[in-house]
């Protein structure tokens, strides 16, 4: 994984969040991107980060906005499914506070639960563009890289939570090439 | 029915009064405009972090600034070394205002005439 790499990610990302937008929106977003990812680059370099490092840090960046681009893209095109995407946090997160008042073996702090808010809007705001965009191969696999590397990062940082946010964006991704391979027959 | 309540006109999230703040920062540093990953990098200096603001959020705090006149934006006119051309933000006089924290009641007391 290199820099040059992931910042061709950043750029595929922001060409398909953008690109039902109106040109002069679009273009402007995906031009802010390709300084900003430029300019990151550029500076770590300088101070001697690893490529890898780098590489990493910038992927960080692209996946913890996955979500914010969703709202963004939505808010320009229907507030539908901001909504949706609520409505899902709101109804996945009281699970565990109910099986809290249950049984001992569940005990969520304040921090689980913002984690597992920001995951579960995260995974909803990626299959709301899949919903959006259904039947898109160049969506699926978009899906599939983006949880691939989300696997990766999250094995290499020890952080759980992102390599589940990997496997549920690989199966998403997977769901939409099945369907997708199924409706072109 | 609204199942999402709108949020309060004017009020601005945490994020988008730290970048104020930052700007107003800059600005006091004698840097009137700044670009996105210079601001990322701030604000993470300004958190003690080395963790940077993630392009999504960072861009979309950008953007709902600009929409409320607290911020303007510009291209950049001859980037130099062939390197993609910045947005480059400045901060409004309204901006700066709203950066600004509100005097205290004793501060308020002192400054206002009799």
């Given at each position: ?9 950043v ?73 949706r ?19 001992d ?12 808010g ?6 909803g705001?990626?299959?709301e ?23 990766l ?13 990997g496997?549920?964006?690989i ?10 391979l199924?409706?072109?027959? | ?44 200096e ?13 861009y979309?705090a950008?953007?709902?600034l ?11 006119d ?13 901060l ?23």
């Amino acid at each position: 994984m290199t820099p040059e790499r992931v910042a061709g990610l950043v750029r595929r990302w922001a060409g398909l969040y953008t690109r039902r937008l109106p040109e002069p929106v679009a273009r402007r977003r995906r031009e802010e991107l390709a300084a900003d990812v430029h300019d990151q680059i550029a500076h770590e370099r300088a101070a001697g980060t690893g490529e890898r490092r780098i590489a990493l840090r910038i992927l960080s960046r692209l996946l913890r906005g996955v979500a914010a681009d969703a709202a963004w893209q939505a808010r320009r095109r229907s507030y539908r499914s901001v909504l949706r995407v609520g409505v899902g946090v709101g109804v996945v997160l009281p699970a565990p506070l109910v099986a809290m008042v249950f049984t001992d073996q569940v005990r969520w702090s304040l921090s689980d639960f913002a984690l597992a808010g920001v995951l579960v809007a995260t995974i909803g705001a990626a299959f709301e563009l899949a919903l959006q965009n259904a039947g898109s191969l160049r969506l699926a696999a978009a899906l599939g890289a983006l949880g691939v590397l989300a696997g990766l990062a999250g094995e290499a940082d020890d952080a759980p939570g992102l390599v589940l946010l990997g496997l549920l964006l690989i199966a998403g991704g997977c769901a939409i090439g099945v369907r997708r391979l199924r409706t072109s027959r | 029915m609204r199942l999402v309540p709108r949020r309060k006109s004017g009020s601005l999230l945490p994020l988008e009064r730290e970048i104020l703040e930052a700007a107003l920062g800059l600005r006091a540093a004698g840097r009137a405009d700044f670009h996105g990953f210079g601001l990322a990098r701030t604000l993470g200096e300004r958190r003690g972090s080395r963790s940077l603001t993630a392009h999504g959020t960072l861009y979309k705090a950008l953007g709902r600034l600009e929409e409320l006149g607290l911020l303007t934006s510009r291209w950049e006119d001859a980037p130099p070394g062939g390197r993609p051309r910045r947005r480059l933000y400045e901060l409004t006089g309204e901006g700066a205002r709203a950066a600004r924290p509100p005097a205290s009641p004793v501060l308020r007391a002192r400054t206002e005439p009799a």
